[in-house]
T-cell receptor
């Protein structure tokens, strides 16, 4: 069975500071990993995903994530936070056996201070 | 615009009411999903439809009844709900592969009195 753990349900950073949102997964087969963002009163939107190939994945709005198999991690980073990055972020995992079903983490709410 | 629309956006209902949530996708996808998002709980997958056939029912109580008349439309029929069913109900669609992105609608905020 798959699972996703997001460390820190709330993260606060200052505008211009590094953003680091942590995600660890468990999967018995090679995983497919996703980060989604949810802005207030909206549905989830894909930021980036890893399926195969290059382990450093770049997404929208300046975000990137690195798949580290040895650490079973897929942490999300952005060098410089912007006020508009304030939202809830969800890490999710799938794999070949799971078909088209995703398992989501509990989410991390990012707050950006001026 | 994500291509997935949901109506209504907000719904307040009593425990004895019957109501339906509607989802429509304009992306040509073959899979559609219902999720429940409650405060302080992870996103919960409720139902999955692939090519209009239900392939997953994640132990959802029978007071929630899904319907998928075609690959573009998905309904969630509600009856005799409980206050703890109050949540944001999200619809999503995708192609069928495990590597495909799911596209989400804006959700229906349901309050059960």
């Amino acid at each position: 069975a798959q699972s996703v753990t997001q460390l820190g349900s709330h993260v606060s950073v200052s505008e211009g500071a590094l953003v680091l949102l942590r995600c660890n997964y468990s999967s018995s087969v090679p995983p497919y990993l996703f980060w989604y963002v949810q802005y207030p009163n909206q549905g989830l939107q894909l930021l980036l995903k890893y399926t195969t190939g290059a382990t450093l994945v770049k997404g929208i709005n300046g975000f990137e994530a690195e798949f580290k198999k040895s650490e079973t991690s897929f942490h999300l980073t952005k060098p410089s936070a912007h006020m508009s990055d304030a939202a809830e972020y969800f890490c999710a995992v799938s794999d070949f056996n799971a078909g088209n079903m995703l398992t989501f983490g509990g989410g991390t709410r990012l707050m950006v201070k001026p | 615009e994500t291509g997935v629309t949901q109506t209504p956006r907000h719904l307040v209902m009593g425990m004895t009411n019957k109501k339906s949530l509607k989802c429509e996708q304009h992306l040509g996808h073959n899979a559609m999903y219902w999720y429940k998002q409650s405060a302080k709980k992870p996103l919960e997958l409720m139902f999955v439809y692939n090519f209009k056939e239900q392939t997953e029912n994640n132990s959802v109580p029978s007071r929630f009844s899904p319907e998928c008349p075609n690959s573009s439309h998905l309904f969630l029929h509600l009856h005799t709900l409980q206050p703890e069913d109050s949540a944001l109900y999200l619809c999503a669609s995708s192609p069928l592969s495990s590597t495909d992105t799911q596209y989400f609608g804006p959700g229906t905020r349901l309050t059960v009195l």
